[in-house]
């Protein structure tokens, strides 16, 4: 099928975010020069980029209109954002219009943009394989700023060292520091624990991880699941979900060998279930008092640590001080900002042929990430396990 042009000139408006916590923006001023280059109209909602440092005035020197939302809301063709919107604002846009970001497959949200006539484009559906979707990974981008920022962020909580050290005041032996889950955001804490100085071990369950995280100069921790274990590695590179034994299993071997860590950094995901649990509070009580456990999975359904709350530092009875940080690439939201702006910026060169905004869906990649098509739903969506689920 030819793509289907929509519109003659597009107008691109950037939004600012309303979710608590959130800093980011789909546009920085790098990014809406090269739209403005390529000929679009950019409009920037006012006060889009405050959470990132990014003024205004910026913006408007890189060629934008800084505008209300109201008139973006009424002239974009195009609306970028992180987060989608809430679902009252959603509500009152226009037929015909597209709304791009890391829109979470909330079946709501898509009902709600099917109502209106939108269409409504996803970055988290994309198929990260391809190598031509790579420019538009924001799942990528975000976690590896995540991991980085992760064990930045455990070294500056541990009152030890990182590296060993020498001094005429003795020698300090390096943090053991254990990462739960090698994707990307693990990979990036295991890297930047390692440029820290600390002994890194790292952990996956699945098995091609182990060798990923051998080439970063860490150690495996092997928990042997037994050779006629079935493999725990799903499609596109993801793990599938542990039956109820199998996790039972995990979560025993891994709480043996937890107490010998000074930090654990957790990163552990199953696309649209709830996150594994893979540090109870037993494990975390066996640790020694100054200890750290970080969860980067920390979130409304739950988390990789027992009793981590989302955005909250707890310090527990036995001294171990357990972060709950989902949100960690927002907290970085400069760097975080400037790479999901240029994600963005390629999606538009995907969604965009000979000037105007045009869908292709027989584009391997925009079949899969556009989620609802001039109102009609493409992408069921997926309620996530609700809190009294599996586990
Ligand atoms: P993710 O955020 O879904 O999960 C993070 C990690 O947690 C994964 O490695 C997963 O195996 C692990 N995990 C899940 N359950 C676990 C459990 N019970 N115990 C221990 N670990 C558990 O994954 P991600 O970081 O988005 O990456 C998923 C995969 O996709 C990786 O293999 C990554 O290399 C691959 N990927 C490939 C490309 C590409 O080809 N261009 C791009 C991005 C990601």
């Not at 409009?43 to 008139?71: C, F, L, T």
């Not at 226009?94 to 099917?114: K, N, W, Y």
């Not at 559906?125 to 962020?153: H, K, M």
């Not at 910026?345 to 045009?358: E, S």
Request: charged letters at 20%; one cysteine or more; proline letters at 5%.
């Amino acid at each position: 099928m030819p793509a289907e042009p929509m519109t003659a000139a597009v107008c691109i408006g950037v939004l600012k975010e309303g979710a608590p916590g959130e800093r980011r923006v789909a546009a920085v001023p790098e990014t809406v020069s090269r739209l403005r280059s390529s000929g679009h109209e950019v409009m920037v909602e006012r006060g889009a980029g405050a959470g990132s440092g990014i003024p205004d005035s910026a913006y408007a020197e890189s060629g934008a209109v800084v505008a209300d939302p109201r008139e973006i809301d009424e002239r974009a063709d195009l609306l970028l954002c992180v987060e989608a919107p809430e679902h009252a604002r959603v509500a009152g846009l226009r037929s015909g219009q597209t709304l791009a970001g890391m829109l979470r497959p909330d079946p709501d949200l898509f009902e709600v943009c099917a109502g209106r006539g939108l269409t409504a484009v996803s970055l988290l559906l994309l198929p990260r394989t391809l190598s031509r979707a790579q420019a538009l990974d924001a799942l990528t981008s975000q976690a590896n700023i995540a991991g980085y920022r992760a064990a930045v962020l455990a070294a500056a909580t541990y009152e030890r060292f990182f590296p060993m050290l020498t001094t005429a005041a003795g020698t300090s032996q390096p943090a053991r520091v254990l990462v739960l889950g090698a994707g990307v955001a693990g990979l990036s804490a295991i890297g930047t624990a390692r440029r820290l100085g600390a002994l890194v071990t790292g952990y996956d369950i699945r098995p091609e991880a182990a060798d990923e995280v051998r080439s970063m100069g860490a150690r495996f921790l092997d928990l042997d699941p037994g050779a006629d274990a079935p493999s725990a590695a799903a499609s596109g590179g993801y793990a599938r979900s542990l039956s109820e034994r199998e996790r039972d299993a995990q979560q025993a071997a891994l709480q043996q060998r937890i107490r010998e860590f000074d930090v654990i950094i957790t990163t552990a995901q199953v696309p649209g279930r709830r996150p594994p649990v893979l540090v109870t509070r037993d494990a975390l009580k066996a640790m020694r008092s100054g200890s750290v456990a970080v969860d980067l999975a920390a979130g409304p359904l739950g988390g990789n640590v027992e009793g981590s709350v989302p955005g909250r530092t707890v310090v527990l009875e036995g001294g171990i001080t357990v972060i709950g940080a989902g949100d960690l690439a927002s907290s970085m939201a400069a760097a975080a900002s400037g790479a999901y702006a240029r994600n963005i910026a390629a999606l538009v060169g995907v969604l965009v042929r000979d000037g105007a905004l045009a869908i292709d869906l027989d584009d391997e990649i925009q079949d899969a990430i556009v989620a609802v098509h001039r109102g009609a739903v493409r992408h069921a969506g997926a309620r996530h396990e609700t809190a009294g689920g599996a586990r």
